[in-house]
């Protein structure tokens, strides 16, 4: 079942086969808000492992892109986010608050995905969002988010979700237009 998030005349399908925006035309213009929560159906969740074998979703590299898995307990608000994930986000340590996360990124985005995550922390829900980050070396390199908040018993709750970050950066200039 894909998960999808629709804003106006564009649509945007995380799991689905089609990429539409406007009238039927294909693409996707990245300048347009993408920082949508969907409240779609929980029955079928994101699976974190592979029950047949012991790997994770995204410890696989293609050759778009590189994607990690990163986990978040809401219970002390620590997020974990694996090796490459922390590397690209600027961090020392793989565990980290979301405003340490979040220091990163474009600072015009920094506001919609705390939103966000604030949302998906006080109820099950699946979210997304696409921000540059932006390195001390001036290297602009982008990020896609997808995740899901679930387990929510009482005070607990968890997260899961997955980083994918292309295989190239943006020029320190570079400006995205929508379609």
């Known amino acids: 079942m894909p998960v999808w998030a629709g804003w106006g005349l564009r649509t945007f ?6 990429l539409q925006h406007g009238e039927g035309r294909f693409g996707l213009g990245l300048g347009t808000t993408l920082f949508k929560i969907a409240n779609a159906d929980l029955a079928t969740s994101f699976a974190v492992g592979d029950p047949e074998s012991d ?4 410890q696989n590299a293609c050759r778009f892109g590189i994607s990690e898995d990163w986990t978040g307990d809401l219970t002390n608000g620590i997020l974990t986010l ?4 922390r590397q690209l986000h600027g961090l020392d340590s793989h565990e980290c608050g979301l405003l340490t996360m979040m220091r990163c990124y474009e600072p015009a985005d920094r506001g919609h995905i705390l939103r966000l995550f604030e949302q998906a922390a006080t109820e099950p829900s699946r979210f997304c969002y696409s921000t540059t980050i932006l390195s001390a070396a001036n290297q602009r390199q982008p990020v896609f988010c997808i995740g899901e908040s679930t387990g929510f018993d009482g005070t607990r709750g968890t997260m899961v979700g997955l980083f994918n970050f292309p295989r190239f950066q943006l020029p320190t200039t570079a400006t995205v237009t929508p379609v």
């Not at 399908?13 to 089609?18: E, I």
């Not at 790997?55 to 995204?58: E, K």
């Not at 694996?82 to 994930?85: D, H, I, M, T």
């Open 13 to 18: 399908c995380l799991a689905g086969q089609d």
């Open 55 to 58: 790997r994770f979703l995204g």
């Open 82 to 85: 694996g090796s490459r994930a």
